[in-house]
């Protein structure tokens, strides 16, 4: 009875939660709309169930003991009823956790198979997004090489027209210097776009040869050997030729030719004065071997194969190389397209020079047809020399300063601009900043921006960290069209960015602008120099009546404003070597400033020349 009595609330509590269980998971069941939820509420109720019933089978623990000692054989059958409720509960619990685990691990696999059907799909997307975007920028980039193939194109028909009436007119008048340097402009113009045009057909996988003829190597070789030799001697280079005779190959003359002729102008280009390069014609094995050696600046392990990719240039710090980077890419299609292979040596941390090796296999004497092509096109080197026209130093003209890589362009300008200035040349960044050091004075310096050896912008700033330079006014020359560089120019300090192509009368109207504008910038600040140096000495103003006088003397002798600058400061009491500061000039310069000014005075001490000039002091 005692037992009953312990059990009694427990017994209540569960039959109020068994109750509101009941009533709560009801409701909750006739809300839900998921047949599993109601599954699982049903299931969670059950257990609940299994487990609320050990107060009931305790508070009638006799009457179970008594009802199943006939079954068990034992007087505690209470507690294996317990222990099944227990484990009912347990039982049906553990089902419902793992059947929950089992259908939430089905929906996540599921929903991964989503996530990589959506992944999938997506990336198919972006493919189709990438290859259609390619595809656009195949097409723009198609349209832009066709309007530059027409434009190309058109060009031929002027060029044609232009090359054929210079050779009328030379073969009426004569050559002249003029002439010759339009003449090989215009070649290399035109060789310049039949380039283009046979890079493009190449890429397109059309033929540019007719590699069915009969070449003699050895003879095309030979007939050209000479003018090589004639173009390397301009440029101070020994070029010896070693050629076995009768070398015959399969190929188009003209591309054999071609081939030929670049390996060893490039040799020619890369070569400094006083180099030597060794061309090579011999039999090796079943192949022709041509071989091109030159003692130039030779080219990195790095970059043998890229040298080879069109529009490639190697940039260099001690040449000026011009061209547009596509003659190497052409060799090699050819040489590859007649069955030959070409190679290089060359490596500048081991030793100078290059090697250029091509092997083509040779025809033997049963393979022959009847003829045997020999003729070529005209061989054209650029090898310009640079030629600065030797004029004597002015002291009353400006002094312009050239950098400029482009030896046939320098020698242009220096040409006509030596005819009003005193003109001094460079041709890279690098020679024209050391050139400054040893000047002794520059007006105004005109540089190229594009330059190999230290280009136009790296020269300015260097000239703006140098204090006796950093005064003086800057045109850039270029042939990029671009605001962001022109903004870049004029940022460092330039007065002026001239664009290519220009007329020469324009730039000069430039200099002159830019120096009348200085000298003006130069007399204001002489006359700021002279009060300043009146204030020191406690001197008054001058009269306005021996101005006067002064300035009737100054014409009447012929005398320059420089001349005149110089008097006064003279007149101050100011040393040749303060004159030469103030007026950016040496003292040398000064002194024969003042040499020229006893001339034309005729006087022979400063004394004489005060009181004559009446100057007032």
């Not at 929906?107 to 493919?127: F, G, I, R, V």
């Not at 006509?416 to 520059?442: C, H, I, M, P, W």
């Not at 006014?473 to 560089?485: H, Q, V």
Request: hydrophobic share 40%; glycine share 4%.
């Amino acid at each position: 009875m005692s037992r009953r009595l312990v059990v009694i609330i427990p017994f209540i509590y569960v039959i109020v939660m068994l109750f509101s269980l009941a009533k709560s998971f009801k409701e909750k069941y006739q809300s839900c709309t998921d047949e599993s939820s109601k599954e699982e509420m049903i299931g969670v109720l059950l257990g609940f169930s299994f487990w609320l019933t050990l107060p009931i089978i305790a508070f009638f623990e006799i009457d179970i003991n008594h009802l199943l000692l006939p079954i068990l054989k034992f007087h505690n059958g209470s507690q294996v009823a317990e222990v099944i409720s227990t484990n009912l509960g347990l039982l049906v619990m553990t089902v419902l956790f793992i059947r929950k685990s089992i259908k939430q691990s089905r929906a996540e696999y599921y929903m991964l198979l989503d996530s990589q059907k959506m992944l999938q799909e997506l990336n198919y997307n972006l493919t189709l997004k990438v290859i259609e975007r390619t595809r656009e920028l195949e097409i723009a980039n198609e349209r832009r090489t066709n309007t530059f193939i027409n434009l190309a194109h058109e060009s031929k028909t002027p060029i044609t027209l232009i090359r054929n009436y210079l050779e009328e007119y030379i073969s009426k008048y004569g050559e002249a210097e003029e002439l010759l340097i339009i003449k090989r402009s215009i070649e290399k113009l035109t060789r310049d776009i039949n380039n283009f045009f046979d890079l493009e057909k190449i890429k397109r996988g059309d033929d540019i040869y007719f590699n069915d003829q009969i070449c003699n190597v050895s003879e095309v070789l030979k007939n050209n050997i000479e003018l090589y030799r004639s173009y390397a001697n301009k440029k101070s280079i020994f070029l010896s030729s070693y050629i076995d005779d009768n070398l015959i190959v399969k190929a188009d003359p003209e591309g054999i030719y071609r081939v030929l002729n670049n390996l060893v102008e490039n040799a020619i280009k890369f070569s400094s004065l006083n180099g030597v390069i060794e061309v090579t014609l011999k039999q090796d094995g079943e192949n022709l071997l041509f071989v091109v050696r030159d003692t130039g600046i030779g080219i990195h392990p790095e970059l043998h194969e890229k040298i080879f990719e069109p529009y490639f240039k190697i940039n260099s710090s001690h040449k000026n190389i011009q061209g547009i980077g596509i003659g190497l890419s052409i060799v090699k299609k050819i040489v590859e397209s007649i069955g030959g292979v070409i190679r290089i040596e060359s490596n500048p941390a081991i030793a100078a020079g290059t090697k250029m090796i091509i092997e083509i296999p040779i025809l033997h004497q049963e393979h022959l047809g009847e003829t045997i092509s020999i003729e070529c096109g005209e061989v054209y080197f650029n090898v310009d020399a640079l030629y600065v026209p030797q004029v004597l130093y002015n002291a009353d003209r400006p002094s312009i300063f050239i950098v400029e890589d482009n030896i046939a362009l320098l020698n242009y300008l220096a040409k006509k601009l030596s005819e009003k200035y005193n003109v001094l040349v460079a041709t890279n960044g690098k020679e024209a900043f050391d050139r400054l050091q040893a000047v002794t004075y520059v007006d105004l310096i005109i540089s190229d921006v594009m330059m190999d050896g230290g280009d136009g912008f790296d020269l300015y700033r260097s000239i703006l960290k140098q204090s006796n330079l950093n005064h003086i006014p800057f045109i850039f020359l270029t042939a990029r069209d671009s605001s962001k560089s022109k903004i870049e120019g004029l940022s460092l300090g330039a007065v002026d960015y001239v664009q290519k192509p220009f007329l020469v009368e324009e730039l000069v109207a430039k200099i002159d602008s830019i120096l009348l504008n200085f000298e003006k910038q130069r007399i204001a600040l002489i006359n700021t120099a002279y009060k300043n140096l009146q204030k020191r000495n406690d001197i008054d103003v001058i009269k306005v009546d021996s101005q006067n006088k002064f300035e009737i003397n100054c014409q009447r002798y012929n005398l320059t404003t420089r001349e005149i600058e110089i008097i006064n400061l003279i007149a101050k009491g100011a040393t040749y070597k303060s004159i030469g500061e103030l007026l950016f000039i040496s003292d040398k310069t000064v002194a024969k400033h003042v040499r020229n000014i006893f001339e034309k005075v005729d006087v022979k001490k400063q004394v004489e020349l005060l009181s004559k000039l009446e100057v007032s002091t």
